[in-house]
Every structure is written in structure tokens, then in C-alpha cells.
């Protein structure tokens, strides 16, 4: 059945759940991308967070500290024990850290950070985000050659990702995969979104390791559970850098806003933490005994979601099987360094594309400015909602992701897009999401 996300939806979670960043104008997890139900939550289905959450057990073993401590003097032991959420089937990762300590291994391991603002670096300064504190591990100890490659783009989402994995990653033979995403909300939408992704990157020919990094904001909120359980279904490994230091904050044994400036990214200190428990993480899966053999990924394995986003991709105008038909007004480029291939205007007016698909999104821009306007979008004459790039009084402009249409059955559709403003005329489409 052909569901249509409401224009009331993404004007609502677009407009008020956003709240004010850090350095460098990125969203809070709330923020980012405008936010979608999907399918998945009108299917019947549970959602995410009913899902049982395995962190007692971990805290009973592990508690906290008897008194409150400088968290300066760094991480207890027990915090780093409780950030192993998830171990998982670690045989990737061993057979990829065993090439990495191989000094007869002529090739290059390449490592892969996708992520939101915080994988970004966001919080951090001089060189001191976990991204390039992993980075010097690797530097530092590696007996063979590597690449540690940094995809993150603020203000973004898992939603995203498994639309552009396939050309900023899967493209480049990875061989090692770190994904964090605290922009996604904890449901059943972002389960299938994180599922899709996760096995996209599995299903890699290079047999790449993955291994999910979860964040936390100072109220304790993220999107562990609806992760973990997609995370869980695959034996992918999940880090928990809430795990590790929300108990200790709850318990009074230092203050949240000793590790983030603004409740959301780390500062110097919090990278410092969240590299801590990567590297601790990949020592032990180094130093242990192997314990599995690498196959590659079955793709008739069972999906816990239906992994509506198999065969997810990014569309713009260097995409052969996209036919955009523009109006006199739709030609100009679009402004983002990473999404430089869309379609723009200054003056409104109308785009058509034809393109096949069962789900289609779209990735505009949201800008400060007080010049970019509303959209239409209608599939097969039919309206799918309306899209706001106006983000007046905001903390900055950023690439934004909604899903307006999905349905079950694969087939050629029309989209036509419409500038409705009568003032605010300039619109970017950067790309479309289809699947």
C-alpha cells in the first residue's frame, strides 16, 4: 500500500525539534534531517524501544564509582568494561586488525568513519576529535599500511547513509566501518534505516568489518536500542559511549558539561573518551585468539525489517538512469561542497523527473538566509507533501533528508517539484533518495 508522509509531519518535526549546536553549526540529535515515520510503525510492528535493553546486567558488574572523581584523570576501568554494549562476532574485525599487525601484508586496510557532526569532529579543536585519535592508533601501531577516511557529514542521519553509502564508502574497498548516528530518533523508521545500512555495508565484496559507535545527549536520550537491535541481528559489535558515562553522571560523580559544551558533542575530553573505548575495543579484538572464520554475507538472510532499503541510492545529476526535465528557472548549481550536483533555482518555478522506484525522499537545502521558500512535491499527479527550506534565526545551513513517498512495488513514476513561495523563490534540490 502507498503511504504519503504529510506535509503537517515534516514541518512539524522540522520546526520543533530543533535546538541550537555547537563550533561548527551542526544540529543537535534532533535537528538534523526532517524527520520521517516510515512504514514500518503503521505495519503493526513494535517499535524500537520496547525492545529489551541489555544495560543492567553491565552496570551490576560494573558499577560506579563509590565517590565523585575528576574526569580529567580519565575513565575508570569499570566505565570502559560497561562501553562494550555488544561484542558480537568479532571475526572481521580480527582478521582485518591481524593484516593491519602483518608486517608482510603489502596492501592498505582502509578505515571508514560515517557518521553525523560528532564523527565530524564537531566539539573538538587542535586535532583532538576521537576520528584522529583512532587515526594515530593506527599510525602509531600499525606494522602495514592504512587509510583512515572520514565520510561524516554534520546535520545528517542514518537515513541518509544508507542512500549514500554505496558511492562515499562501499566504493572505496573498505575494509573497516565505524558508524555513529545520534541524529537518528529511537523507532522503528531508523531500526530499517541502521538494518538496511548495516547490511549493505556486510554485503561489501571485501568483507568489511562494521562496528557501531552509540552517543548520548545530556538527558541521556539516543537511538541505542532501535540500533542495537539491527546491530544484534547480524552480530555486528556495538560501543556504547552512553553506557559508559551516563550512569557515572547519574550517580553524581561528575557533571555531563564536563565532557560537552553544549549537551550534545563531546569536547576535547569526551573525543578523548569515545577514542579510548574504540581503541581499547580493537586492542582486545587484536590481542584475542581467533575465534571464527570470515564468509561472506548471505543476502537470502532473513531481515528483521524487511530491508526496504536494499537497494538504496543517491541521485543527482550525474546519474545516468534519472531523467530531470527543468524549466528555465531550475538550472542553477547547488551551493554544498558535497552535494554540488543538484538543481537550483533563484526564481522559482517547476523540475520533473522520471525515475524508477518504491520509495523516494528528498535532500534539500535548509538555509538561514530568509531567501529559500517552499515546495510542492506531487508523484504521478498525486500530492506527496510540501518541503520548508527556510530555517530563519537557525544555527546554520545544512543538507536535510525527507522521505515523502514509499510504497511496495518497484515501477516509473513522475515526480514534479514546484516552488510555491510567492517571495522566498530559491530552493536547492541536492538529491533524490530512492529505493
Not at 510492528?45 to 553491565?58: C, G, I, K
Not at 576535547?268 to 572464520?293: C, D, M, Q, R, Y
Request: with cysteine; charged share 20%.
Amino acid at each position: 500500500m502507498k503511504k504519503f508522509v504529510s506535509l503537517a509531519l515534516a514541518i512539524l518535526l522540522t520546526g520543533t525539534l530543533l535546538v541550537s549546536c555547537s563550533k561548527t553549526g551542526e544540529p543537535s540529535p534532533t535537528e538534523g534531517t526532517t524527520r520521517a515515520t516510515g512504514s514500518s510503525a503503521s505495519d503493526g510492528q513494535t517499535t524500537a524501544s520496547d525492545s529489551p535493553v541489555e544495560e543492567e546486567p553491565l552496570l551490576s558488574r560494573y558499577p560506579v564509582a563509590d565517590a565523585p572523581f575528576d574526569p580529567e584523570s580519565g575513565m575508570t576501568e569499570n566505565m570502559i568494561a560497561r562501553s562494550v554494549y555488544y561484542e558480537g562476532d568479532t571475526a572481521r574485525l580480527k582478521a582485518k586488525l591481524t593484516q593491519v599487525f602483518d608486517e608482510s601484508y603489502t596492501g592498505k586496510t582502509n578505515v571508514f568513519f560515517l557518521g553525523d557532526s560528532i564523527s565530524d569532529g564537531s566539539g573538538s579543536n587542535g586535532g583532538r576529535s576521537f576520528k584522529k585519535l583512532v587515526e594515530n592508533w593506527f599510525t602509531e601501531n600499525a606494522k602495514s599500511a592504512t587509510a583512515c577516511l572520514n565520510v561524516s557529514i554534520g546535520a545528517t542521519d542514518s537515513y541518509l547513509a544508507v542512500h549514500r553509502v554505496d558511492r562515499d564508502v562501499l566504493s572505496k574497498n573498505p575494509d573497516v566501518i565505524f558508524i555513529e548516528y545520534i541524529n537518528d530518533l529511537d523507532n522503528d523508521f531508523y531500526k530499517a534505516t541502521m538494518e538496511s545500512l548495516i547490511r549493505k555495508c556486510l554485503s561489501a565484496p571485501n568483507n568489511p568489518a562494521v562496528v557501531l559507535i552509540e552517543m548520548v545527549l545530556e538527558d541521556g536520550g539516543n537511538c541505542q536500542a532501535c540500533h542495537a537491535a539491527a546491530a544484534k541481528a547480524y552480530g555486528v559489535p556495538v560501543l556504547s559511549y552512553r553506557d559508559a558515562v551516563m550512569p557515572e553522571v547519574e550517580a553524581g560523580n561528575f557533571r555531563f558539561n564536563q565532557i560537552s559544551g553544549d549537551g550534545t558533542h563531546p569536547n576535547n575530553l569526551g573525543h578523548s573518551w569515545v577514542a579510548e573505548i574504540v581503541t581499547h575495543f580493537l586492542t582486545e579484538v587484536k590481542n584475542a585468539p581467533a575465534t571464527g572464520t570470515v564468509t561472506a554475507f548471505d543476502p537470502a538472510t532473513p531481515s528483521i525489517t524487511g530491508d526496504k532499503y536494499a537497494n538504496a541510492g543517491i541521485y543527482d545529476k550525474d546519474s545516468a538512469t534519472l531523467t530531470a526535465t527543468p524549466d528555465a528557472n531550475f538550472t542553477l548549481d547547488t551551493k554544498p561542497s558535497k552535494f554540488k550536483k543538484g538543481w537550483a533555482t533563484n526564481t522559482g518555478g517547476t523540475i520533473t523527473f522520471e525515475a524508477e522506484f518504491a520509495n523516494f525522499g528528498l535532500l534539500y537545502y535548509k538555509t538561514t538566509d530568509g531567501k529559500t521558500g517552499i515546495v510542492k512535491v506531487e508523484i504521478d499527479g498525486v500530492q506527496a507533501g510540501f518541503v520548508n527550506g527556510n530555517f530563519p534565526d537557525g544555527w546554520g545551513d545544512y543538507p536535510a533528508a525527507v522521505e515523502l513517498y514509499t510504497s511496495n512495488e518497484v515501477k516509473t513514476h513522475t515526480v514534479t517539484i514546484t516552488v510555491t513561495s510567492a517571495i522566498k523563490k530559491h530552493f536547492e534540490i541536492l538529491s533524490l533518495l530512492m529505493s
